[in-house]
């Protein structure tokens, strides 16, 4: 009984850790869009860059990791 608890909360934090990493990464990849478009409005420029959704990007990325 002892070892499954532990063994089931082992499983929960493993599963909580992973989801965080995601969504850690997500925002920082959104902070990053964000601080672009920021740098664009303070140089004044009329053409901002085409912004990528984070899914787009990760999309993209395998593609080249599976190409590679």
Known sequence: MRIATIC???GLIA???ACS???IKRTGYETL???GEIQCQKELSS???ERESYD???KKRKDIENTQ
């Open 56 to 58: 787009a990007y990760q």
């Open 8 to 10: 089931f909360f082992a």
């Open 21 to 23: 990493a995601g969504s």
């Open 33 to 35: 869009q964000n601080m």
């Open 15 to 17: 599963i909580i850790s």
């Open 47 to 49: 053409e901002y860059p």
